[in-house]
């Protein structure tokens, strides 16, 4: 059997089987950050890595600032959906030996402002020899208030789903310039009990279904009130991925008193009501294809 | 200008060249970890990240479970040689997608077995496609009590220059199954004032140079005193790398009562003397060409 013929998720869920954990892991694998006990009453260490893989995540001839500051920033979104403040990152760069040394001090430019624009300091990392192309990873720690702290997991039935930003579209551009929502995330975790959150990476067609199994509900979606990139069509907005807004499930008493005070706070962030968790019992998702699943469906109330 | 016209130092140098860090970091780019205030006067935390890539630190037919161990234990060595004790690790995981998932399982196995072994908590990380082959890259933190904390860079001259266990000879089978000097680390910053250390990883041809370098200080090493792998030469010992061996720095007034203890907690881990650090007056090394340098050099003593 061959890395293709197994999904992601499923991979993931095998590797991290058996992982023994002390109660000092408070978030393991498996939400957007991991978070551990750091020794005080009222903060919790944020935990977090993501990779960009030349001819995965851009191609050879993207622009290298853009390049560094998307590997920073991914991170940064991570932890800002866990209501968390980044810290320090460690930069791994994995290039080949015909790599120019310009594209290579581009990309490490660009980490430096992400770094800079997010109050991120750079610590540290190392420079490796790769065959061929440019590997970076960004390892990031963060912290976040213990009560302040916002997973995938604390999802309700009768939750209100909010989406921020608009949705689809993100490979014309957005995915490389993307600003992480951490004022926005630190914002609603300090306000509002944000039972459930995430940041979109995959597109919500992968995502949600990824929230509402780690809550343990079903969720229905109001297509209709999506919100749809400028010149992007519904099924991108579901299935593109890359958009990195926050997804988040709040008690419906307190939805409108966010969005009014939301619309005061961020006059310039969209904030949309896409729909609401439900029992697991009324549909749990069978979106091992959620992709078409989703593309299928044009209008209307979907109740998955 | 392509990256194989540049050292690797000089790289890193200029790359990280402009980095602003705050007072709470102690310790930046450079060393073997980056160590971080981290709220508490006892402790610091530390950073380490690591990448093993196949076709360069393994090939495609390299067992994948002593793969997964040396990408764990390397990060362990790093947060060894500051003192410190590992505490959680994020693994990062990107494979082509002809890989046999048996072979990443594999890998996988190996990262927890050393994790168990070495008191590490895989919190997370991710799984990536890659274009081609194997990448693994290990972010490890830690905690090490600010008192002893071990740098590269504190040496003083008149030091006497020690390394654990044997050089040269690592390719053999060593670099893939070796044991972090993780307890005797610990033992030694507890016991001792440790002016300088760290891991050899590079060959202390290079590695040895660099403490130096950060100490601000020369050498004068005995070459007749390296301990030399059965069946290694001493070109070997000095040029080959991977040891994952401590080279550490102490006051002279120290370096017998350490030798005596030395051989009574760790009867079966060779410990030699092989030198003392220096006036930098009395002649820093030109050692961008080291290893030639150090090759030419058959016995005796060279101040450098």
């Known amino acids: 059997m061959t890395l293709e013929q197994i999904h992601e998720d499923e991979l993931v ?31 919790l260490r ?12 851009f191609s050879p001839d993207t ?15 991570d932890i800002a959906a866990c ?25 490490y430019a660009g980490l430096k402002r992400a770094a800079a624009e997010f109050g991120v300091t750079i610590v540290g990392g190392e420079t490796a020899r790769a065959p061929q192309g440019v590997f970076i990873s960004v390892a990031t720690d963060g912290r976040v208030r213990r009560s302040r702290l916002a997973t995938r997991s604390g999802g309700l039935p009768g939750d209100v789903l ?6 689809g579209g993100s490979i014309h551009g957005k995915h490389l310039d993307f600003y992480p929502r951490l004022l926005e995330a630190a914002w609603l975790t300090r306000r509002y009990d944000i039972h459930a959150m995430m940041d979109l ?31 992007a069509t519904v099924g991108n907005a579901i299935s593109d991925g890359e958009d990195y807004e926050l997804l988040f499930a709040v008690d419906p008493a ?5 969005e009014t005070r939301w619309r005061r706070k ?39």
Request: overall charge negative; proline content about 5%.
């Open 46 to 57: 944020l935990l977090k890595t993501d990779c960009l893989i030349e001819g995965v995540h």
């Open 13 to 43: 869920r095998r590797l991290t089987a058996n992982l023994t954990a002390g109660s000092e892991v408070v978030l393991g694998p498996g939400d957007d950050c991991a978070a551990v006990e750091c020794g005080s009453r009222k903060w």
């Open 63 to 77: 622009d290298p600032m853009r390049i560094g500051w998307k590997a920073m920033a991914r991170t940064v979104s």
């Open 162 to 167: 909010f989406v921020t930003g608009k949705l």
């Open 266 to 304: 961020f006059p310039y962030v969209p904030l949309s009501r896409i729909g609401n968790l439900t029992d697991a019992a009324s549909g749990r998702t069978p979106l091992a294809s959620g992709f078409s699943y989703f593309l299928d469906c044009k209008t209307g109330t979907i109740s998955s």
């Open 201 to 231: 990476s995959d597109g919500l067609g992968t995502d949600l279904p990824r929230m509402a199994d780690a809550s343990g509900v079903g969720f229905a979606l109001t297509v209709d009130a999506l919100p749809v990139t400028d010149g």
């Open 83 to 107: 209501g968390g403040k980044p810290g320090h990152a460690l930069v791994t760069l994995a290039a080949s030996a015909e790599q120019r040394l310009a594209k290579i001090e581009g990309i």
């Open 254 to 258: 307190a939805a409108e008193d966010l």
